[in-house]
Structures are given as C-alpha cells and as structure tokens.
Nanobody, 114 residues
Framework: QVPLVESGGGLFLLGGSLRLSCAASGLRFSSYFAAWYRQAPGKQRELVASSCVVVNTNYADSVKGRFTISRSNAKNTVYLQMNSLKPEETAVYYC????????WGQGTQVTVSS
C-alpha cells in the first residue's frame, strides 16, 4: 500500500563501495524506525543495519565499521553506505520501515565479485 523503492544495486568489485537508497511515498521516514535486511541464496534473511533516529543506529557484527545507515528527511530517503565490499555481501538487500504498520521494499540485488 505504501511503497518503499530501493535502488543502487548492481555488480561491484572486491573492496569497492556503493550506496543503496530507499525512497518512500505515503509516509515520512523521519517518524519511522528504518532498517536494511539482506538475503543471500540458500540463507536466512538477516538484519544488516537499523535506525530509530538518525543518530541511534545498530549494525550486524559482520558489517560494523564498514556500513553506515543514514537518512535524508528532505528527500524522504534512507541510505545504506557500504564500504570495503566483500564477496560475502552478495545478496538481495531489502528496505524496511515500521511505526504502527510495517512496510517492505521489493529488494535490490548486490553482487560483489573478486
């Protein structure tokens, strides 16, 4: 009902960087808990990063120090900055938002090649 649209995925090299974007319509991200999940083939979906407010963030142990979740209230968009990419980061990445209801994006594929 309220779409979240991810963008920024593609094919990247080992050690490279990218920024995923999640643009929302019908809600204001500034008042929502937001998160990024990922799911690799044959594996469970896992929480990568989350943010209840822009300065209050949490990260999976595997990405601490390399990934950063952030928001632009003016653009109504949540970002995931991904640095020092590893092949293990290859997955479909999903944007998530929650207040009273929860919303999921359709996902964007990130492939990291050595």
């Amino acid at each position: 009902q309220v779409p979240l649209v991810e963008s920024g995925g593609g094919l990247f090299l080992l050690g490279g960087s990218l920024r995923l974007s999640c643009a929302a319509s019908g809600l204001r991200f500034s008042s929502y808990f937001a998160a990024w999940y990922r799911q690799a083939p044959g594996k469970q979906r896992e929480l990568v990063a989350s943010s209840c407010v822009v300065v209050n963030t949490n990260y999976a142990d595997s990405v601490k120090g390399r990934f950063t979740i952030s928001r632009s209230n003016a653009k109504n968009t949540v970002y995931l900055q991904m640095n020092s990419l590893k092949p293990e980061e290859t997955a479909v990445y999903y944007c998530y938002a929650m207040k009273v209801r929860e919303y999921w994006g359709q996902g964007t594929q990130v492939t990291v090649s050595s």
